[in-house]
């Protein structure tokens, strides 16, 4: 089970993604740069220990109305290797307690890809966003045999999040369905990922 350590990060993940964002194709440019507000998420557990994996729900204030973005990420103590690696890379951060950690773009991640297809399957459990070792019920998965390898061509991660009504009432196999706050209190719920 992932520890979820009260500590410091410099910079912060928010500071992170507010660049980051920017230079994504799906970020819905205000025309101004984001104001981004950390707005609701869960954690999925590496079985291997290594890697954190946090699905976090960010809202961006910057424009005439909100946004809600999800990114999942994934904590590493080294870089990834490979080609693809420096295009996931959203920074790098000192984590009070571990140190220098690697942050990615969870849905170019392999251990990211894999435990959401684990979710997807039924097999992972998903965890409370600030509690280690904690199931966060709030999570609705309609598991799907489709979810299978850790290919995220597979696996559709939704970016801009909606929020339709009654969307747990019909929820199709192969969802992933998770609640974040809006900045004036409104509780919302939408589809976050998706089989298929």
């Keep these: ?11 912060t993940k928010l500071e992170l993604l507010t660049e980051w964002l920017l230079r994504q194709r799906w970020y819905l440019d205000s025309g101004r740069a984001p104001a981004l507000v950390k707005a609701g ?4 557990d590496d079985p291997e220990g290594e890697v954190g994996i946090e ?5 961006d204030t910057a424009g005439p ?3 809600a973005y999800q990114v999942p990420m994934a904590y590493r103590g080294a870089p990834l290797d490979g080609p693809e690696a420096e ?17 990615y773009d969870g849905a170019q991640d392999p251990v990211v890809t894999a435990q959401l297809a684990a979710l997807l399957r039924g097999t992972a459990v998903p965890q409370r966003q ?9 999570v609705t998965v309609a598991p799907s045999p489709a979810a299978s ?12 999040l909606d929020n ?4 747990d009432a019909d929820l199709l196999p192969g969802r992933v369905v998770a609640g974040w706050t809006w900045p004036d209190g409104t509780v919302a719920r939408g589809v976050l990922a998706t089989t298929g």
């Design 1 to 11: 089970m992932a520890v979820v350590h009260n500590t410091t990060m410099t910079p």
């Design 41 to 44: 998420g869960f954690r999925l």
């Design 55 to 59: 699905f976090m729900v960010v809202v």
């Design 65 to 67: 109305a909100p946004v």
């Design 87 to 103: 295009a996931a890379l959203i920074g790098t951060s000192e984590h009070g307690v571990l140190g220098t950690r690697w942050l």
């Design 130 to 138: 600030h509690e280690s070792a904690t199931p966060d019920p709030t």
């Design 149 to 160: 390898g850790s290919n995220c061509g597979i696996i559709r991660v939704l970016r801009p």
């Design 164 to 167: 339709p009504a009654e969307v």
